[in-house]
Every structure is written in structure tokens, then in C-alpha cells.
């Protein structure tokens, strides 16, 4: 069997604008097209345009199955607004993050990692069987959940230059369009969802369109922000600036094995309604976490990189998840699941970097915050 | 084009460039473009004794850790103190300001290629 990775719409341009490919979540996606540091100061300081097309969305329509497998309550999510869950399987183990769309029509978009897209419409899928039982209700679920990431393309103007740029393009009031919240409308003359969403801590959008037009609306949006100073920006600096904004990744940070407790996550959580996992979680509530994640700082200029050990009086107590160098704070960051007795702001532990266990430091998180957040 | 012809190369992508029996010592351009943006390098002391394809220090780009090699034999005399501030030198001037050690006591190591060999290795693994 010859496995292929799959190309987004916007392939072609990442190749003519010299972008070094790399494969991620089985799509060939962009890792940097100058310089991860360049990139990533861009969109701290200017606007950085990404392809996200590699997302998955699910249409999930029936309301009663998107409560089932997300973590929050979404009743409440009026139509035009977002949030940001989880979808866990029976022990509470994270299967994938998501941000839950509440669509005006009813049911909900849920935009999910793009390797987790086909696993998540199966596993959503699995379980509308059971939600929906009749057949006026979707049949076997046939019609309740739909893959539709193939057919959509994402994306992303992240920046402190990002809103402006976007106004200039089109004719929809973005001013009332908050963080986390979503309008229809056309930018450079192509349909999008525009979403006040990102993956960097810094304000902006994403923006949904229809594969046949990415490739119009990438080429507008990187013309029209010459004048910001905007780069094209890879999946480095999208991990780079992820970081620093303390986002989980799933794969790296989250995963099966880990539980949103844990994670630090529970403000995802609403034990109050039923959901797949949700009494694991309460369990695991009631028993007491055995580690959690934690934010941490080195204290000297080695690099912490995901699965390193966490060591504490020359014992293995923990594992990093993610690590790399803070561009923007200038010291180098981790995350790491460590015991709670360790996860205090101003504890101390050591990583181990080949052998030396190098000294870092908790610190809360964000490890960045932009200046003057909406 | 600079004059590079003095420089051999490594199947590890190190340059050496000999001087009499001493020699600096460098990662090539298409290393560093492979790398992408070094952010810190562990370097050997000085005084330290290094065989031919003995593991010299470790050189971190933002997406990994890898091991550098000493491409010949020899002792360490220097090494680049302004890689600590600025690591993207290795980026920016890989056969200059970014050099990373320099040895003494140098011998000679006939496995080395000079630029046209290497060139085609590296076009071989870039196409493989």
C-alpha cells in the first residue's frame, strides 16, 4: 500500500514561494518558507498569513449528539458564537480539541485537528447510531454528522495588523465581531466564514472558504498586506507561537492518555451535563490527579523538546510535552505533567537535556499575553 | 560566489578548512539550510581531543537536536564564543562568522571530499 499525503489548494503556492515542505497529520504542509524566527515576529509584531487548510470540519447538525460527545455544555452557545472543548472517549482520555461553531441553521461546525479528522467523524459518527435511533432523526446517523474538511479550505491572518488588513478586504463590520465569534461574508469578493479565532495568541482570523477560491483569497490577502509587513507562515512558527500563547497541542501535550483535568483544562468541562467520559472525569476528580501540566522557564540556555524527562532529586517524576525557544520572551519554554506537588509557580525541577538534568522553573500560564487583548 | 575551495567536506555536512596543522571547523550551507534557524549549540572545551567522526557538540535548530562531528582529528584550541548571543550566524554566514571550532595538532583525513564531491552527495540525499 503506498500511503500519499494530501495537498491543500494552496499546495502550489507554498512551493512557489519556496516554503520547505513537511508532512503533518498525513497533509504536506508548509514548515517555513524563510525563517521560523522571522515568521513568528511577524505575527507578533505585523500579520502572518497561514494555510490551515489541513483542518478538519464536521457538520455536526443534530444538537443532541454534538452535546453527547463534547465536553461543555453548548446550549447555551447562541448562533454566531464559539467554544473551545474537548471530545473524549468513555475513560476520559482526550481524542481530540475543538472549536464548536453554533451555526444559525442549528447543530453546530466543529473545526478539528487534521489528523484526528477521519478518527473523530468515525467515533461521532459511532455514537449518532445510538443518539439517533429513528430514522426521521437521520437514519443510522447517516445524516446528523458530515466530514466536510476535504471540501473547505482555512485561512489564517494572525497578527496586531491581521483585523485591519482583513476590513480593508471586505465590506462586513469586523468591529463587532468578537473574540470568538463568527460572521458570514466576502473578503476580496470570496464567501468565507470569518471566525476571530487563532492558534497564536495574538487577535485575528481565520477564514473558511471553498477550495476553488483559496487560492484567489491567499493571493488578496498576501498582496493587500505588503503594506503591513505581512510573511507567509509556517506550521514552525505556528508551533512557536502556540507555545508561548500556552495552547495545547494535541498529539504533543493532550492525548488519549491524558485526561482534561490533568491538562489544566477543566474550564472545558460541564460535569453538570452528560457527555462520553464525563464520569471517569468526575471519578478522576474525586480521586485526586497524579500529575498535571504545568508551564516552566528554563534557568539556563538548554532546550527542552517533547519527551525529555522531568527529574527531581535524580528521579524521573515527569515528562515534557512541548519545548522550544521563546522567541518573543527571549528564554527558552516548556509544558510538562509533573506531580502536584511540583506545579507551583517558583518550583524548581530539572529537565534532563542528554544526561545533564538542566534547571527549570514553573511558571503560570500564558507564558505570553499580547499587549492589549479585545 | 565565495572561494570555498579550500574546504572539505563531511558526509556529516561539517566543513573543515586546514591551515598548516591546524584547521577550522564549520557546518555547511546545505546543513544549516536543513537545520533552519539555530538556536543554541553545545560546544567542547578547549584543550579537548577529538578523533575524526568523534562527536564534537550538538547543534539545536528550532525543530531538533542534532549531533555535530569533528571531521578530522585534532585538539580544540578555540571555540566560537559569539555563537552563545548569536546562534543564527550559523545560518547567516555558515563558512564565516558562523565558523563553530577551531583545532590544532591537526592530521589530515583522506576520507574528506572537497566541494564537487560533496555537492553531489548531498544531491544524492536530497533526492533520495
Redesign the interface.
Known sequence: MVVTAERTPLYEEHVHLGA?MMIFGGWVMP??YS???EEHRAVREAVGLFDLSHMGELRVKDESLAQQVVTRDLTRLRPGRIQYAMLCNEAGGIIDDVLAYAVAEGGYLMVVNAGNQDGDFDWIRAHSARTSPSPAAGGQGGGSVLNVGRDWSLIGVQGPRAVGLVQRLTASELGGVKYYAFIEGKVADVACVISRTGYTGEDGFELFCGNEDAVRLWRALLEEGQADGIRPAGL?ARD?LRLEAGMRLHGNDIDASTNPLEAGLDWTLSLDKDFIGRDAIAQARQRGLSRVLVGFKMLD???P?HGYAVVDNGQRVGTVTSG??SFTLGYNIGMAYVPPTLAEPGTRFGVDV?GTAAPAEVVALPFYKRPHPK | MPDHSGLRFAETHEWVKKDGDSAIVGISEYAQSQLGDVIYLELPTIGQQLDAGARLGVIESVKAASDLYSPVTGEVSEVNQDLKDHPEYVNEDPYGKGWVIKLRGVKDNPKLLDQNAYDTFVQGQAGS
Open positions: 520547505q514548515l517555513q525563517s521560523i524566527r514552525g512557536t540556555r538548554s532546550i523538546r522550544n525557544v542528554r
